[in-house]
């Protein structure tokens, strides 16, 4: 089967940040494109239910990972609440009909399978529906940054409800911590998160 003729045809959506988007494409389509970018480095894959998205990730997308995971672990040092990073391991499967990587996930007390908290730096709109993909994995709490924002959701029942807070980290005051990610220095903005924090 020749891969790439076939998945042209499923008119891909292209995107000005270097996100491109097919549909109707299998799993086995799917795993060979995955296979055909092995050596290449900054390249991402999301897949769900046909649905597949390449994204190149920018020095962006980067930064501000590393600066919300700073602070985060900053913060949590500072109140002595134990955390395990899991960075971004490839998560799902073709049984759950997807798979994708977190851009950073964390467990909260005890090492778990699944995480507790997964992190989601956002550059590019719209695109497949990020929330089924942790719902079917059972993530606990998901976290988007889009356009210098923060999003909290929980899952709760069958659904993730949008939350003020975090169910995990309930002291964290996320205007403070959105502050400090939108600072334009990496090191400035742990001094300042530090700096008005009391630990709990």
Not at 25 to 51: C, M, N
Not at 134 to 144: A, I
Not at 171 to 192: G, I, K, S
């Amino acid at each position: 089967m020749n891969v790439y003729t076939s998945v042209k045809s499923t008119s891909p959506e292209t995107e000005p940040d270097g996100c491109i988007r097919f549909s109707d494409v299998s799993w086995e389509q799917f795993e060979a494109i995955e296979a055909a970018f092995k050596d290449f480095r900054g390249v991402k894959f999301f897949y769900l239910d046909r649905l597949l998205q390449i994204m190149t990730v920018s020095p962006e997308h980067e930064i501000i990972k590393k600066t919300l995971c700073m602070l985060l672990e900053a913060y949590m040092r500072a109140n002595g609440i134990r955390f395990y990073g899991k960075g971004a391991p490839t998560l799902g499967n073709r049984e759950l009909g997807g798979r994708k990587e977190p851009d950073d996930s964390y467990d909260i007390g005890t090492p778990k399978i699944v995480s507790d908290i997964a992190i989601e730096v956002v550059i590019t709109s719209g695109g497949i529906n990020t929330l089924e993909f942790y719902k079917r994995l059972g993530v606990r709490e998901v976290w988007f940054w889009q356009n210098s924002q923060l999003s909290l959701y929980y899952l709760t029942g069958e659904n993730y409800q949008e939350m003020a807070r975090s169910a995990f980290l309930p002291d964290l005051d996320l205007e403070l911590l959105l502050r400090c990610a939108n600072m334009p220095d990496q090191y400035d903005a742990v001094t300042e998160l530090l700096a008005n924090i009391s630990p709990v």
